[in-house]
């Protein structure tokens, strides 16, 4: 019986072995499905990413054109309605100022108007059939990719200096139409300043109704809180009742009075929203023009510098010559004149160079702050 108990201990330690083995070779098999000595963080952020890649690729090319839609049908109504009732309201104050607004207001509509319409016109550039400097084969066209040419799935076909493929144009951001991009950006949202600033005494008037504010306006949901908390409980009786009806009788009583209302509110929390969304876009595209690098660049170029930095070395992006140059190729001017007739005016000049081959800058290894083009 002695040796009976003895064994009990070592077979329940051989069974408990046999189980741990089955379950590592089982979880080992598993993992060879997925996983390898190349993965990492990247790739399995890209895997999950994948359902998200599928739903652009397939759907992306037919919201593009509804975005489009819905850029000129929303720009046309804050135009409307800035005609109808801010320039008006205007003409009751000065003269003068709505010659200034025609002015002012037209120039930024014409710029808006036709950098968009560029944007989404203008072919980002495809490479050639000959290429002469090659940065690698891509994989869907199989073919010669030059330097800074990227594949975009939704045109299924390689984008010379290659941003991004934007919705809103229906078309990919590259070196032909990148120009186009950021400036119908930038006046698009220099136009949704200037109408909030026209239109707000306007919003004021509509939206507040000239009620005394417990704080200010840029802080309204704090004056609605105290306004709802501080109020005392009481009854509504039946002349509250035909008081409150009456007050709304006569502001909506007539119908162009409730339409400027509406459309008032409209434009200015339209074009609010547009500030700070397209603000905060046009923000992160300035800092990579600064820098010479793309959205697609960027990530590569942070991948390399940890890459470089663990190597013990400084990572320099060669398409980089200074954020002055660099705005100065980005834009295709060269001194104030030709700034005031292809930056302040729209102008169809072309970018410079090709966007096949790219000058490169260098950096002199004994004195890394001195740029050596």
């Not at 036709?114 to 016109?121: D, L, S």
């Not at 186009?180 to 507040?208: H, N, P, R």
């Not at 400027?260 to 923000?283: D, K, Q």
Request: net charge positive; aromatic share 16%; charged share 15%.
């Amino acid at each position: 019986m002695a040796r009976f108990y003895c064994t009990i201990p070592r077979l329940w330690r051989r069974l408990k072995h046999c189980i741990n083995e089955r379950i590592l070779l089982i979880r080992i098999t598993y993992m060879t499905l997925f996983y390898n000595s190349f993965t990492t963080w990247n790739t399995v952020l890209d895997t999950g990413m994948e359902p998200l890649f599928w739903f652009v690729d397939r759907f992306a090319k037919y919201l593009g054109p509804i975005f489009v839609v819905a850029v000129i049908i929303l720009t046309s109504s804050v135009v409307l309605i800035v005609y109808i009732y801010l320039l008006p309201d205007i003409y009751t104050r000065s003269m003068a100022w709505v010659y200034f607004h025609l002015v002012f207001g037209h120039w930024l509509l014409v710029n808006i108007v036709f950098h968009y319409y560029m944007g989404v016109c203008t072919s980002p550039g495809h490479p050639p059939q000959s290429v002469p400097e090659i940065a690698s084969i891509c994989k869907k066209c199989i073919a010669p990719k030059p330097p800074r040419t990227h594949h975009c799935s939704v045109c299924r076909k390689c984008i010379l200096k290659m941003d991004h493929h934007c919705p809103w144009l229906n078309n990919c951001v590259g070196h032909f139409n990148h120009r186009y991009f950021f400036l119908f950006m930038f006046y698009m949202w220099s136009g949704t300043i200037y109408v909030c600033i026209t239109a707000y005494d306007l919003f004021k008037q509509e939206f507040f109704r000239n009620e005394e504010l417990a704080y200010p306006a840029a802080v309204y949901p704090l004056h609605m809180a105290h306004k709802i908390l501080g109020r005392p409980a009481t009854h509504t009786t039946t002349e509250d009742t035909n008081n409150s009806t009456k007050m709304y009788e006569d502001y909506y009583g007539d119908i162009p009075n409730k339409w400027l209302h509406n459309c008032v509110i409209y434009e200015f929390l339209l074009c609010s929203g547009v500030i700070i969304a397209l603000g905060a876009l046009m923000m992160w595209h300035t800092r990579l023009i600064s820098r010479g690098e793309t959205s697609i660049e960027v990530h590569i170029n942070s991948k390399e510098c940890r890459r470089m930095k663990k190597l013990g070395l400084v990572f320099k992006n060669p398409h980089s010559f200074g954020a002055l140059q660099n705005w100065k190729i980005f834009l295709g001017f060269k001194d104030a004149r030709t700034f005031l007739w292809r930056v302040l005016l729209p102008s169809r000049h072309k970018p410079i160079g090709n966007g096949v081959t790219w000058k490169t800058s260098t950096y002199d290894l004994n004195n890394p702050q001195l740029l050596v083009l």
